[in-house]
């Protein structure tokens, strides 16, 4: 199982971007997903979630009202719009594939990674 994310880059404070998180076979599609971040010199930290089915969604305190993440199983891929962007966002940015069909701010309860895609915010 392959997850891949896309849709990093640069971006000024107060923009938006959204990221991508397709995967390569349909192994998720009865799982719970989730993106997490890690900035230099921090640990990996939870960002959002959504259950296998997309009717519930959970979100770090930070982020609340500016990201948003959802999931279209037709296409096998996960998104996180982020808007308002703050310089803090800046990380590599991380999808993962939970061990059941809901999301947990845990980082134990997930079994499959992709690779990470960078965003950075200016001032």
């Known amino acids: 199982v392959q997850l891949q994310a896309s849709g990093g880059g640069l971006v000024q404070a107060g923009g938006s971007l959204r990221l991508s998180c397709t995967e390569s076979?349909?192994?998720?599609?009865?799982?719970?997903m989730a993106w997490f971040r890690q900035a230099p010199g921090k640990e990996r930290e939870f960002v959002a979630g959504?259950?296998?089915?997309?009717?519930?969604?959970i979100y770090a305190d930070s982020v609340k009202g500016r990201f948003t993440i959802s999931r279209d199983s037709a296409k096998n891929t996960v998104y996180l719009q982020m808007n308002s962007l703050e310089p803090e966002d800046t990380a590599v940015y991380s999808c993962?594939?939970?061990?059941?069909?809901?999301?947990?701010?845990?980082?134990?309860?997930?079994?499959?990674w992709g690779q990470g895609t960078l965003v950075t915010v200016s001032s």
């Open positions: 076979r349909r192994t998720s599609s009865n799982n719970g």
């Open positions: 959504i259950s296998w089915r997309g009717g519930t969604t």
């Open positions: 993962a594939a939970a061990r059941s069909a809901v999301a947990s701010r845990d980082v134990r309860d997930y079994r499959y």
